[in-house]
């Protein structure tokens, strides 16, 4: 076996492929020769991200949607690795949201990911991977949902990494970064919560999608690591 293990002609299936790192990932492992599905809810923006890195398969699915997971696997052969970035939520204090709201947020990005993990037809020597939050280990009340979300997939991702054996399973848990997650908010909010967040942070900055990717493929081709909960935060976890 050759370290790290190529991801040339490897079959790569990207959940939230569309945007931020999710797209990142993609791009960089097309850059490396993977063959490349994108999976999102939003065909405009897989048109757009399909035309960014140069072709690939795009499928407009809702992750959400337990059926339509589990029959875009059923048609296709098995995938080498499969991420998942994916989640569309509103992020807010518990107690300031409807109940509404934060059943979306559950259902989006924690079922989400067991929707594609119940399904998931990988490799026996491939790798799934998840997208937790560092909210998850350091909690806020300004995002009570969305912390518990980035708990549970930081352990579902543990104990899958037993359950699937040998497929390989780890979770990425990124602090804040400068992705189009936030074009909710006006560009002067934005730029507001980017800059409070990097003056908080030992390294001064956000960090960026593909800085989160780098990390996503690593994950991919170290054949030694699985059940890891990574942290890439920019020291936010210690600041």
Sequence with gaps: MTFPLSLQNKRVAVFGGSS?????????????????TLVSRNPDRLGEAQRQIGGAETVALDIRRERAVAEFFAGRAAFDHVVVSAAELTVGALRKQSLAEAREAV?????????????ANIAADGSLTLVSGMLGCRPSGNATILSAVNAALDTLARALATEMAPIRVNCISPGRIDSPWWDYLSPQDRESLLLRTASALPLKRVGAPVEIAGQIIHAMQNGFMTGSVIQIDGGGSVA
């Design 107 to 119: 259902e989006s990005k924690f079922w989400g990911a067991v929707n594609v993990a119940h399904a």
């Design 20 to 36: 931020g790192i999710g797209l990142a990932v993609a791009a960089q492992a097309k850059a490396q020769g993977s063959t490349l």
